[in-house]
């Protein structure tokens, strides 16, 4: 049985620069997944983000923000460089992905610490643009659960547009965004040995907010680990969702397909 999904967040950039688009995109469709977002991480895939929504409106959305992992002095210019891409003619469907990454700060306290400043000045600046355009944002938040409940709230952004991606929290965190009206996606991490806490937190928020997501070419499920992730995996990733919450995968494709398109104006 082939069902329709539609991968929220994934980063095709690799793909179209090796000129092997039109066939990922042939395979994805094959595999039952009608659309794919694009997701932004810095000025440099933007535009092929862009250009891609533009060439193929039907299959491709696409996003703008900056990657915590990706901020670095003059980031304030990269930052900048956002709101023009919401003028254009073929407009971003979310700003993201953004937020706070902790995973990796320099072992030096002192740079530390200076990370940490750099990556919450950027996350601020987008969230002050997100509430300006009143649009969807895509959070990235690794080691920073806290601190981006935090600011997200201090912004005055709608928690009714607000997507925690790839959700490795608990259940207990999972409740506190959906009580304040956001989400989490879940990735195929749900398919891996010894995740309680996430399916925990799968189950916490159930169906009616779900959102799937394969974060390719990061992170394939289980049965592809150690190989290049790719939205063609994203059934596996809904037939493990499905039997974690007890319901048909046909019914959670549909359901976790139409949160998306909702929440992405796809």
Known sequence: MVVRLLDSHCHPVAVARQGKLSEWV?????????GVVAIGTDLDDWSEYRDMAQAQPDFFKHT???HPCHVTEGWEETVAAITPYFADHTAPAALGEIGLDYYRL?????????????QQGAFRQQLMLAYQLDCPVVIHS???FADCVKMID????DWRKVVFHCFVEG????????????????????????????????????VARLMLETDAPYLSPQSKRGKENTPANLPEIALKAAEVLGIPVDELAEIATLNARAFFGF
């Not at 042939?26 to 009608?34: F, L, M, P, Y």
């Not at 207990?172 to 040995?193: C, D, K, M, W």
């Open 171 to 206: 259940p207990e965190a999972v409740r506190e965004l959906n009580r304040r009206g956001g989400r989490a996606s879940f990735t195929g991490v749900i398919t891996y040995p010894n995740c309680p806490n996430i399916l925990g937190a799968l189950k916490a928020q159930g």
């Open 106 to 118: 320099p072992s030096d306290p002192a740079e530390s610490a200076q990370t940490k400043l750099m």
């Open 142 to 144: 690794r080691y920073a």
């Open 64 to 66: 703008v923000g900056l």
């Open 26 to 34: 042939t395979n994805v469709k094959a595999a039952g997944v009608e």
């Open 154 to 157: 201090e912004s005055g952004v």
